[in-house]
């Protein structure tokens, strides 16, 4: 028995994006470099057809249950992730349609490459065995090492993209090391093997703890927690502006998704081990994240220290342990999509003499001559910060709550005093829209694709601080993974 | 018969000498060669315990390991040419357009 | 008792040209010491009973791999990397934190996690059959996705060399 008809089926989205990231790569080649955003439509379009395939999927009887001899799981908790990477991967491209002009990197494979991205990060959702979320990981990563140099003419791109592998490759061997030591313990890489392994505890505790401090150190890298974040300022810079934002949304949202699916299911015996190691690199990545944000004159670098430490507070949900905990990480990933992805799209929106408009004093006055995007770039702005009635706020709050049930009452006060401090450079930059007067004219870099994103991002920051009833309960049930 | 315990040492000090490689070297292609040694060092480790466990599973994530790796280090490569193209420099200790 | 003198001889070679490696100044020397290390690494399979795993770590990191770097290597400029000096400033975390924190593993490794019953060395060595069977039955799925990581990473590698396409 190699494979069977229901393993096939479960894999249909990965299939259709991996397939038409493929045949893209083909018909790049028939397109003339004037009508290269057809393959942007086209790239669209398939992302559509995988989150179709996937709602289908969630009402097939096999739902919940491993195929390919045990590496893949389809069930609610990936899906769920899916959409997110799908959510992200979509306000990208439509980000891009003017970008990739602007800056002469108009090419095909562009798309291609955040298709193949795509996939890892699908893949590494659904992996239920440490091979699968290596290797899902790896194909996640690599496109987005090439997509982050993609600007060949900008110094910025190559150093940050040069950082990136490097501290990347660094990583991917500390997180195997620890996958072998893991495999030496428990004689198998299936992770609900490695949980009967060790809840048998005959498992020597020290080896353990190796295994989990390197696992810890690589999985931290990629959410980019202190004091592994080093290429996350450099990278962010450097890359093309819509390529940060996908960065910052759709690896970050994969990473926690195994971190989740790992430490809970896999490891979910030695909670006691790695519990103190993710609080250690949350508390580390909250701190150190919001007071260097502080002083950070590029917007883009500072919304690279402000992501390390929203890392901080999505790794104190999976710190709490619980259904409660993975559920509020789910809706905190969601909510960072919208947010994150709606900053980035106004600052692709800044342009400042035919260049890239990304220092923070070119937002001074902003709202005296264009008050919608000003209002705008303050919804996106209050929802990091968490100040209601934003879905920031609203996943912020979900997180405290699970700490709270769980007992870690000091570690939610310690959240929010950063939030505390952290709303202060996002004010700042509210302040400088509002209360000041513009230093020059302001130019715009005017898209539809730009204009949809914004749109959708808005609705979905708005929406979800409102009521974000309906989603919470979607994650809520997706959670039970165990 | 060697004990698993010589081969686990192996692993673990090629590992080490390769993970300091990373952090003193400014030089990004002796950076990248010491990256290697590294995943060498998990590739010991996990062949070793499929042997000792008697289980294939270690050596074919060992397979695995070999070939994510030449295809990063192509990756790696790439970015590297492009960079020096650009700057015409080789070692970290001058790239530093992007401050800290 | 033969097995154990091979494998010190292998793994004091791998070890001292691991050390090279890192240490040589010129990148050339560098890469020729760490393809001695992976060709001690390929006999520690083949002792491992794992031929085929040896001759693949042959002709895959060596053959290809080592070959790339090489060539990158040899095709930009070499001068400047020799004249480069030993970096102040990052050594010290580096001497200072691995080595302990290495010293404390190996400890472990050696304390009474794995000499425990369960680990017991298999008899004959693994048959290139075993593996081929098992890399397309029970790990296809992982099998597939790494022709996809391939791919890309061809696609990646390429856009990022290739001159500027204007």
Known sequence: ????????????????????????????????????ACMAVLSILSVIAAGVASYWLLGADFMGAK?????????????????????????????????????????????????????????LASGADLLSIYVGL???SLPIYVLAGFLQNDVRSNEGAMKYVILGAFSSGILLYGISMVYGLTGTTELSGVA???????????????????MVAGFAFKVAGVPFHMWAPDAYEGAPTPITGFMSAGPKAAA???????????????YEQWMVMVGVVAVASMAYGNFVAISQKNIKRMLAYSSIGHAGYALLGVMAGTEEGIASVM????????????????????????????????????????????????????????????????????????????????????????????AYFYIRIVMLMYMREPAGEFEFARSKGIYYALFITTVGTVLLGICPGYLVKLAEMASVIM | MVPLTWFLALGLILFMIGAVGVLIRKNIIIMLMSVELMLNSVNINLVAFSHFLDNVRGQIFAVFTITVAAAEVAVALGILIALVRNRGVFSTDEIDTLKG | MAEKFFFLMF?????????????????????????????????????????????????????????????????????????????????????????????????????????ATGYEAAVEEVKVATLGRALFTEY???????????????????????????
Not at chain 1, 334 to 347: D, H, K, P, T
Not at chain 3, 37 to 66: D, E, H, K, N, T
Not at chain 3, 144 to 160: P, Q, T
Request: glycine fraction near 6%.
């Open chain 1, 1 to 36: 028995m190699i494979f069977t008809i229901k393993d096939l089926l479960s894999i249909i989205p990965e299939l259709i994006i991996a397939g038409s990231a493929c045949v893209l790569l083909l018909v790049d080649l028939l397109i003339s470099k004037e009508r290269k």
């Open chain 1, 67 to 123: 195929s390919f001899a045990g590496m893949f799981e389809l069930d609610g908790f990936s899906t769920f992730f899916k959409f997110v990477f799908y959510t992200a991967t979509v306000l990208s491209i439509l980000l891009s349609f003017h970008y990739v002009k602007e800056e002469d990197i108009n090419l095909g494979e562009y798309y291609v490459l955040m298709l193949f991205s795509l996939s890892g990060m699908m893949v």
């Open chain 1, 138 to 140: 790896e194909l996640m």
């Open chain 1, 196 to 214: 009967a392994a060790l809840s048998d505890s005959s498992v020597h505790v020290p080896a353990l703890s190796i295994a989990i401090v390197m």
């Open chain 1, 256 to 270: 926690f998704a195994v971190m989740l699916r790992v430490f809970m299911e896999g490891l979910q015996p030695a």
């Open chain 1, 331 to 422: 809706f905190y990933m969601a909510v960072y999509v919208f947010m994150n992805l709606g900053a980035f799209g106004i600052i692709i929106m800044m342009r400042k003499g035919g260049q890239r408009g990304e220092l923070i004093e070119e937002y001074t006055g902003l709202a005296r001559s264009h008050r919608g995007v000003a209002l705008l770039m303050l919804i996106f702005l209050f929802s990091l910060a968490g100040i209601p009635p934003t879905a920031g706020f609203m996943g912020k709050f979900y997180i405290f709550m699970a700490l709270i049930h769980r007992g870690m009452v000091g570690l939610a006060i310690f959240a929010v005093l950063m939030s505390a401090v952290a």
């Open chain 3, 11 to 115: 793994a004091v070679v791998a070890v001292g040209s691991a050390l090279a490696v890192i240490s040589l100044k010129n990148p050339v020397h560098s890469a020729l010491s760490l393809i001695a290390c992976l060709l001690q690494v390929a006999a520690i399979f083949v002792l491992l009973r794992s031929p085929f795993l040896a001759v693949v770590q042959v002709f895959i990191y060596v053959g290809a791999v080592m070959v790339l770097f090489l060539f990158v290597v040899l095709v930009l400029n070499i001068k400047k990397a020799q004249l480069e000096t030993f970096p102040k400033g990052r050594r010290w975390f580096a001497y200072a934190i691995v080595p302990v924190v290495g010293i404390e593993f190996l400890a472990v490794i050696f304390g009474k996690s794995f000499t």
């Open chain 3, 140 to 166: 296809l799925f992982p099998f597939e996705v790494v022709s996809i990581l391939l791919l890309a990473a061809m696609v990646g590698a390429i856009i990022m060399a290739k001159k500027r396409w204007d």
